[in-house]
């Protein structure tokens, strides 16, 4: 069964911790992205990856961290230096460049900092 | 920088009755324009997309339109069900990371 798996789906943290969500996927995708999702603010990019062992910052990159070093993994890091880290993130993934564009989304990740 | 403004935020119908939600978008590089539906606790999934070289989609009881050079497009859902309720999104860019997306939408259709 394809698809994208993204663990843990709830996560508490207390400040000052390093959380590390995952995104795993089985769809041979070379793209996948991590988006954070906030009430009324729609979906927002935080790091994308086109191919393995690369990865560019997208709009709010600020306080997380992430790695490709397998095509199907994309972990997203949540710092301490994120000021206000509590959000849904969405992890997702596309055939890459040449593409129809669609993006295959995992069933999220809630982060909570306690 | 770039940014898409949708509106409503919220939308509530009685069953049967269409919905339309609007959304515009300020990068005129854009050329595709794809709406997802995330139910209340679930993934967001692509339910239909348009790319620039069309004025009009549709699929069943759900059409997208596109005017570039108004620089905005619209989700139409005609004879809504209560399975329709949901958050709706739309996007436009170019595709996967030059994607930009809109608020959200939360649709209600009441029974």
């Known amino acids: 069964d394809g698809g994208i798996t993204q663990s843990p789906k709830y996560l508490f943290r207390k400040e000052g911790q390093n959380v590390t969500l995952s995104c795993e996927q089985n769809l041979n995708h070379d793209a996948m992205y991590w988006y954070r999702q906030d009430p009324g603010q729609g979906l927002r990019l935080i790091y994308y990856?086109?191919?393995?062992?690369?990865?560019q910052k997208g709009d709010i990159a600020e306080g997380y961290s992430v790695s490709r070093e397998k095509k199907e993994s994309f972990p997203l890091t949540v710092t301490s230096a994120q000021k206000n880290p509590t959000a849904f993130y969405l992890c997702?993934?596309?055939?890459?460049?040449?593409?129809?564009?669609?993006?295959?989304f995992g069933e999220g990740s809630r982060l909570t900092v306690l | 920088g770039e940014n898409v403004e949708q509106h409503p935020s919220t939308l509530s119908v009685q069953e049967g009755d269409s919905a339309v939600i609007k959304c515009t978008y300020s990068?005129?590089?854009?050329?595709?324009f794809p709406w997802y539906k995330q139910e209340l606790g679930k993934r967001p999934q692509l339910i239909i997309d348009i790319r620039s070289n069309v004025g009009e989609k549709k699929d069943q009881r759900i059409a997208v339109t596109l005017n570039k050079t108004a620089k905005h497009f619209s989700l139409h859902i005609t004879e809504t069900q209560p399975e329709d309720s949901a958050v709706y999104f739309c996007a436009a860019g170019t595709g996967g990371f030059k994607t930009i997306f809109g608020a959200g939408t939360r649709l209600f259709v009441k029974a």
């Open positions: 990856s086109q191919i393995v062992n690369d990865f």
């Open positions: 997702a993934s596309n055939i890459g460049a040449g593409g129809s564009g669609e993006l295959f």
């Open positions: 990068d005129s590089a854009s050329n595709y």
